[in-house]
C-alpha cells in the first residue's frame, strides 16, 4: 500500500516571498503520478500541478513548481511570490501508474496549511 | 463548460435517515469516484464507478453504503441509517479515462452533518 506524508501541518508566507511544502511518499511501484491539489475554504478540490515518476525534468506551472526527488521519495512544492489567494490546503497526492488494481486511486496526505500574509 | 456537478451542497440528516449524494460528471467523462474526506484529514477513496458498473469498492464500508452510476443521470452515493461518524465531506470526481492522462476533476463536495 501507498502512504504520503506531509510533515507541515500548518505554514505561513508573506505576501511576494517564496514558500516550500513538503511531501514524501512510500511505494514500491516503478511507475507513478504525484499532484499537488489546493483547497481553498470554498473546499473545492484544484489541481495546482502533476508530475509523472518517469519525467526527470521537474514540472512548473507559472508560480508553482516541484522538486521530485525519486531515490528519496520526496515531492515538495515550491510558490513563488505568494499571493492573498495562495492561502489554502495543500494536499500531495499519489496515483499508480496506469497498470493494475488500484492504479485509478489517489492517495492523499493529510495536508497542509499554508497561510500567506499580507 | 460545466465541470462536475455535486448536489447538495449541505446536507443534514438525523441519526437513523438516509442521505443520498449526486454527482454530474462533467461532459465527456465515463469515470466516477467518490472520496470522503473527515475533518482534519486528506481525502479517502471510496468507490470507482464506470456506467452501469461498479469497478472497485474497496474503500467503501461494508454496511450501510452503497453507490451507483446508471446508464442515464447522475452518480449516487447512498448512506442508510446514517449515524454521527458520517459526518463528513464527500467529493466526487470524473475523468475521461484517457491513458495518456490520469487526471480528476473535483466536484465541490457534499457536506453531511449527521445530528
Known amino acids: 500500500a501507498q502512504t504520503v506524508t506531509q510533515s507541515q501541518p500548518e505554514m505561513s508566507v508573506q505576501e511576494a516571498e517564496t514558500v516550500t511544502l513538503s511531501c514524501t511518499y512510500d511505494t514500491s511501484e516503478n511507475n507513478y503520478y504525484l499532484f499537488w491539489y489546493k483547497q481553498p475554504p470554498s473546499r473545492q478540490m484544484i489541481l495546482v500541478i502533476r508530475q509523472e515518476a518517469y519525467k526527470q525534468q521537474n514540472a512548473t506551472e507559472n508560480r508553482f513548481s516541484v522538486n521530485f526527488q525519486k531515490a528519496a521519495k520526496s515531492f515538495s512544492l515550491k510558490i513563488s511570490d505568494s499571493q492573498l489567494g495562495d492561502t489554502a490546503m495543500y494536499f500531495c497526492a499519489f496515483m499508480k501508474g496506469y497498470s493494475g488494481a488500484g492504479s485509478y486511486q489517489l492517495t492523499f496526505g493529510k495536508g497542509t496549511k499554508l497561510s500567506v500574509i499580507p | 463548460n460545466a465541470g462536475v456537478m455535486q448536489n447538495p451542497r449541505h446536507l443534514v440528516r438525523r441519526r437513523g435517515q438516509e442521505a443520498r449524494l449526486r454527482c454530474s460528471p462533467m461532459?465527456?467523462?465515463?469515470?466516477v469516484y467518490w472520496y470522503r474526506q473527515l475533518p482534519e484529514e486528506g481525502l479517502k477513496f471510496m468507490v470507482y464507478l464506470q456506467k452501469e458498473n461498479i469497478i472497485d469498492e474497496s474503500g467503501m464500508p461494508k454496511e450501510r453504503f452503497s453507490a451507483e452510476f446508471p446508464k442515464e443521470g447522475p452518480s449516487i452515493l447512498r448512506i442508510q441509517q446514517v449515524v454521527r461518524g458520517d459526518s463528513a465531506a464527500y467529493f466526487c470526481a470524473s475523468s475521461p479515462r484517457a491513458v495518456s492522462n490520469p487526471e480528476q476533476f473535483f466536484g465541490p463536495g457534499t457536506r453531511l452533518t449527521v445530528l
Open positions: 461532459k465527456g467523462h465515463s469515470h
